[in-house]
């Protein structure tokens, strides 16, 4: 909305554009296996970058996992025992999950700090035991499985993509590329209106913002709305990449993975949280073969990006900037 | 009907009363100002008026509309607000971002346009006006410049530019002057004055220092342990004799 705002958006077409280029072309240089990584990779980015939101007001959650958990629910209900075609279920399964956040939010708005870091856990874990216990719709602590796959037309329609070849995910893989970059540019669209800076205020001031005008409690009820939309948006694509899910995969563990990623990444900017995402992921894959370590390693990441690096990762990139200005002023003159 | 009027105000924490049956009335276009001796209850009922705080009895009104036991964000609304003691913005952005951000009554705040429209063409209504103002308190110099780097004069100027922003009729400084030096609590007089006269912006502030409030109010409330002791022009006020005993003790050897 400001000038700071506008000039850095020009900035950023150039690097978007590659990276985006980058993932159109991955399945060309890309095995099959590795696909199915980087598809869950596309849902984990939506995930992490909707977190940011969420920390913008000062409110870090410990139900946002819960609330992707809903939206695959809610998807998987819908595409199972309705049968709802995708393009339905996934916007569906997101209006549903905002519901469950105001209803989650209205509580959680009247506390701050330390206690609504605690409520938002037990209400999380509270969800997470409704499925748990219900067989119906949410399949126990078995979950549900079979989700059927998003169709495009029948085979012999011209506009038919075929989602049900299970060795070759490629056209799954670029319906989830859509979603995330529809989602993804909503995102920073948001972050850059009246709307991030309002929620920004109210980390920086929430007093202040009071005596502006700025009704704080719904603001924050609306942020951890808006946070669960696009949570939902990334569960339902895990849960039509995975086909089955159960309450376990929405559990603490994931959380803080969650947590790692946009710390280690920073949130001050919307860049932090997509580095720390990349970044984390490539450390998690190349540490496979010591997977019974990776809680440690990872505990050792957190810690020493946290002593050494407060700002996440994302301070690099104006150092970045500036280093390439200096080589590239460097040159001018000579 | 009186444009703003505060009646038998009380709040109590526990049993301590900090306010007492306060009585105020202020006039349209009035500088008014609420003075008194450390601990006095001028701070508490400040944050009672401003819906900081909720009365424990009495009521406070604005242009014959209760605002009493109302939200602060909605009183702001109604158009009475208020100015922090602290240097109280947004440290992280530049002096017009904050000013812009303090126009928030006056923007679009609809999810849809904000996410969809065009968002440039959406603010430059409230840039201009935000420009306007940081104008007509001079800090055009400042005008891009975080605010977190401005210096303290500064930082409450553009507090009371931010309130200003919100297009206030009743506009409540809280010690507007405090910690300043004299070179800065004279342009902070000099802002007040200009607000009320050329904008004709109702003025009620609470301050310590005395010589800016004599100098700068058309009447003056003083309260003492939560109650309200005297009233009147600045001159009444100087040889009021309650007032004296209050802020010097009484005591024979002074008189």
């Known amino acids: 909305m400001l000038k700071s705002n506008s000039s850095s958006s020009s900035r950023i077409w150039l690097p978007a554009a590659i990276v985006l280029a980058l993932f159109i072309f991955a399945p060309s240089y890309i095995s099959a296996y590795r696909m199915e990584l980087l598809t869950i990779f596309l849902a984990n980015v939506v995930l992490a970058q909707s977190y940011r939101l969420m920390t913008t007001t000062g409110d870090w959650t410990l139900c946002h996992y819960i609330l992707m958990g809903m939206g695959a629910y809610l998807t998987a209900i819908l595409a199972k025992f309705y049968g709802v075609p995708f393009y339905l279920s996934i916007p569906l399964a997101a209006v549903g999950t905002v519901g469950v956040s105001f209803l989650m939010a209205l509580p959680l708005s009247r506390t701050i700090g330390f206690a609504f870091f605690i409520g938002s856990f037990a209400l999380g874990e509270f969800v997470r035991h409704v499925w748990e216990k219900m067989h119906f719709p949410f399949g126990g602590s078995r979950g549900l499985s079979s989700i059927p796959r998003p169709e495009i037309g029948q085979p012999g329609d011209w506009y038919f993509v075929d989602f049900n070849n299970y060795l070759d995910i490629t056209n799954f893989y670029y319906l989830t590329l859509v979603f995330t970059v529809l989602a993804l540019v909503l995102l920073y669209r948001l972050d850059t209106s009246r709307f991030g800076n309002v929620w920004k205020s109210i980390y920086a001031d929430s007093e202040l913002c009071e005596s502006i005008g700025i009704n704080v409690t719904r603001y924050r009820i609306l942020i951890f709305c808006v946070a669960g939309f696009f949570a939902s948006v990334a569960g339902s694509m895990l849960a039509y990449t995975w086909g089955a899910i159960d309450p376990d995969n929405f559990g603490m563990i994931e959380m803080v993975y969650l947590i790692i990623w946009v710390v280690v990444g920073g949130v001050k900017t919307y860049w932090g949280p997509l580095i720390g995402v990349f970044s984390m992921s490539l450390i998690f894959e190349l540490t496979r073969p010591f997977d019974e370590y990776r809680p440690l390693i990872f505990g050792v990441i957190l810690i020493t990006s946290l002593v050494f690096m407060p700002g996440g990762l994302e301070v690099l990139i104006p150092r970045t900037t500036q280093f390439f200005k200096d080589l590239f002023g460097a040159k001018e003159v000579s | ?255």
Not at chain 2, 64 to 89: C, D, N, P, W, Y
Not at chain 2, 190 to 198: A, F, L, V
């Open chain 2, 1 to 255: 009907m009186s444009f703003f009027s505060v009646k038998k105000l009380s709040k109590h924490f526990g049993g301590l009363v900090a306010n007492n049956e306060i009585d105020l009335e202020v006039e349209k276009g009035e500088i008014r100002g609420v003075i008194g001796p450390n601990g006095a209850g001028k701070t508490t009922f400040f944050n009672v008026v401003s819906g900081f705080y909720q009365p424990t009895s009495g009521t406070v009104e604005f242009k014959g509309q209760m605002i009493s036991g109302k939200h602060s964000s909605e009183i702001s609304k109604l158009g009475v607000v208020r100015t922090f003691q602290r240097a109280a913005l947004f440290p992280d952005f530049t002096v017009l971002e904050n000013v812009v951000i303090a126009r928030h009554l006056r923007a679009n705040t609809s999810l849809v346009s904000a996410i969809f429209g065009n968002q440039k063409k959406a603010e430059e209504a409230n840039i201009e006006r935000a420009t306007e103002i940081i104008h007509f308190l001079g800090l055009d110099h400042e005008i891009n410049t975080l605010a977190l780097n401005l210096s303290h004069g500064h930082q409450r100027q553009l507090g009371v530019a931010m309130a200003l922003a919100t297009e206030p009729e009743l506009l409540m400084l809280d010690e507007p002057v405090a910690g300043m030096n004299s070179g800065e609590k004279a342009v902070m007089v000099g802002m007040i004055r200009k607000i009320r006269d050329e904008w004709g912006v109702t003025v009620l502030l609470v301050e310590h220092d005395m010589r800016t409030v004599m100098n700068l109010c058309d009447k003056i409330t003083v309260i003492d342990f939560g109650e309200k002791l005297a009233e009147g022009t600045p001159d009444e006020i100087k040889h009021n004799d309650k007032v004296i005993e209050a802020y010097l003790g009484a005591d024979d050897s002074v008189a």
